[in-house]
Every structure is written in C-alpha cells, then in structure tokens.
C-alpha cells in the first residue's frame, strides 16, 4: 500500500502524538492570531468594528481553552481512527497523485465543504431541537460572546458529532490526506471567523449574487447571542431554504458593517 510515510511508518501513538501536536498547534496559530490582533494589538483602533461592545473575562477565555484542548485530543483520536480504517482498506482515501486528475483533486475540496456545510447545518439544527443534545451544546453557548479562542469549545459528545463527518465521508468519497487538511483547516478558519466577535466585510458583501450565499461574522455572532436561528457554518444556503435565518440578520449586519471596514482601513495606511 502506497502513501505518506507519516501514514504508513509511525506507530498509533506516535502518529496521536503527531496529529494532536499540530491541531493545537493550529488552533492557537488560527484563533490566536485573531485574538492578538482585535483583542490585544489593534482594541482600541477597532473598536468600532466589534460586534458586542464588551469584552470577556479572563474566565471565559481559561474556560473556552480548556474545552478546546479536550476537543483537540478527541480531534486527533478521529484522525487515528481514520488512519486504521484506511490501513485495513475501508476507506476511498487515496496518496497517489496520479490515481485521480489535480482536476478531481480541487473539485474533491469543494464537495467535500458542501457536504460537510449540510452535515453542519442539520447536526447544528438538531443540537437545537433535541432536549439531550441542547444540553451538551449548552457548553458552547456558554459563550454568548463569541471570541476566536471559541470556535472548539465544546462538549465531548458535541465534538465527536462534529468530527464525526470525516470517517463517514471517507468510506465512499475519494479523497487525498491533502484534501481533508485543506478542508479541516479551512472549517477551523470559518470557525474562527464566525466566533472573532468582529464584522469586517463591507456593507455591500451580502447584497452580491454569489457572496451572499456565504456566512459573515455577524450571523454566527446573533447565534450565539439569540439561541435559535442562524446555523450555518460556510453558506447561507440551508438556512435561506429552510427559513432559519434571523428575520434582523441583513438589518443588523449593515449595521455592524456600516462603518468604515478593516479591509479599508489597512489599505489606506499603505
């Protein structure tokens, strides 16, 4: 069986080891960087631009770390797990370049985002709607608040529902290790920026024929703040069809966007 040597030659703690060593320190490159740049270096400059006046307490921030630490060791368990189900050959996961075209490779990226933006939309929705669920999501709707430092913070149960998509996409989507790197990471990033606290899209953003259909900081923030409604991760598409968008959502991001954007703001100092 061909593949990476980090797939084929470390042994299943070594290979933990390894997973959980760079989803930390992934989580902390990602959802620190944006806590150090809106909450330390630049508060004051851009201040405007949070969505929720206030700040959180340090006990918030210790709490929403603690959680995401106990998600990241669930997170690498997930990654040895599908590891052993593609040595035994239960997988469609694929190393060789050329089995499928860079085509296929990129196209695998995108199917796999809209599948799992669905998969998050309806286990979002049931966490919601289902009394044992709502408690266990209960632990990331402590924070009413957002930060960057919650994108993981969440309960055990919650998190292996979240993680739970990969394993079963695997079992009959051919996808590269790359791929699901990409993708991984790429879900982290929308986390970040869905929890960051902060709106920095233009007011126009979701008045454009294709970037409306994608999620802004401000519609996961009114989540957070107002319970249920707003649930999806990448797009806005589940929610528009299903009826599930806050009723205030465009109202209240061209409010949060109405003054002048980040993006605006560092381009003139250049």
């Known amino acids: 069986m061909d593949g990476p040597n980090f797939i084929t030659n470390l042994s299943p703690v070594s290979f933990w080891t390894f997973s959980t060593v760079f989803l930390i320190l992934r989580y902390f490159l990602l ?25 959180p307490k340090s006990k918030q921030l210790s709490t929403e770390i603690k959680h995401s630490m106990i998600t990241v060791l ?32 990129l196209a695998s990226i995108g199917i796999l985002i809209v599948l799992h933006d669905t998969y998050f939309y309806w286990i979002h929705c049931a966490m919601h709607r289902i009394p044992f669920l709502m408690k266990i999501h209960g632990t990331h709707h402590q924070s009413t608040n ?57 007011p126009a953003f979701i008045n454009r024929p294709v970037l409306r259909w994608l999620n802004t900081s401000t519609h996961h923030n009114m989540h957070h703040k107002k319970g249920n409604g707003n649930y999806g991760l990448y797009f806005n598409f589940w929610d528009t069809i ?24 560092i381009n003139n100092q250049f």
């Open 31 to 55: 959802a620190g960087l944006a806590f150090f740049l809106f909450y330390k270096l630049f508060k004051t400059r851009y201040i405007s631009k949070k969505i929720q006046k206030h700040f």
């Open 74 to 105: 669930i997170f690498s368990g997930f990654a040895l797990l599908i590891r052993f189900m593609r040595l035994q050959e239960w997988t469609a996961i694929y190393t060789d370049f050329e089995l499928h075209s860079m085509g296929y490779f």
């Open 146 to 202: 957002p930060t960057p430092f919650t994108s993981l913070s969440f309960h055990p149960v919650e998190s292996i529902l979240e993680i739970a998509f990969f394993p079963l996409v695997v079992l009959f989507l051919p996808v590269h290790p790359i791929a699901l790197a990409i993708v991984g990471t790429l879900s982290l990033l929308f986390n970040v920026l869905g929890h960051s606290g902060y709106e920095l899209l233009r």
């Open 242 to 265: 299903m009826g599930t968008n806050f009723k205030t959502y465009k109202k209240e991001f061209d409010k949060n966007a109405s003054k002048n954007s980040v993006l605006n703001s």
